[in-house]
């Protein structure tokens, strides 16, 4: 009895851990660094931002006064958000074979620095950067853009 069990107890964890890491490979970006209080608002959870750390669809990026972190997508793009700044990843998708492309995020205060990856380079009108009063497309490379 015991050996069934420990047996059904390792296949729950063993599924656990496999579900977690098919999950951690969806994320859109990770933090590269972060330097001071910086929160990642998720289905209502705050969490603590950490270098690593896996961001997804709809995850919310907020930097407290003074803080900073920097971001990267998987294509490449880089997305430095400053102090007291809160940013949303509306949409993201690179995908090259299916020629699928979209970055779009919403500003709704603060100030980030953003550089062009792969999506800029390869389908400049799937990206998209929005504050409460403007809207973005980029057609270059690099830019800031503060939202107040």
Sequence with gaps: M???????????????????AAAQEDHVAIFKNVAGGVKVVRS????????GMG????????????ASAGLV???GTTLTVGSSTDVAIRDYAFEP??????????????????SSGKIGKLA???VMVETPKAAVGVRGT????QAE
């Design 2 to 20: 015991h050996t069934k069990l420990r047996k059904m107890v390792l296949l729950a964890a063993t599924w656990g851990l496999a579900s977690a």
């Design 44 to 51: 209502n959870a705050d969490l603590n931002a950490a270098p």
């Design 55 to 66: 961001l997804f669809k709809s995850d919310r990026v907020v930097s407290d006064a003074g």
């Design 73 to 75: 997508f998987r294509d």
């Design 97 to 114: 074979k299916d020629s699928r492309y979209a970055f779009a995020v919403y500003m709704a205060k603060g100030t980030a620095i953003y």
């Design 124 to 126: 400049p009108a799937a």
């Design 142 to 145: 690099r830019f800031i853009i």
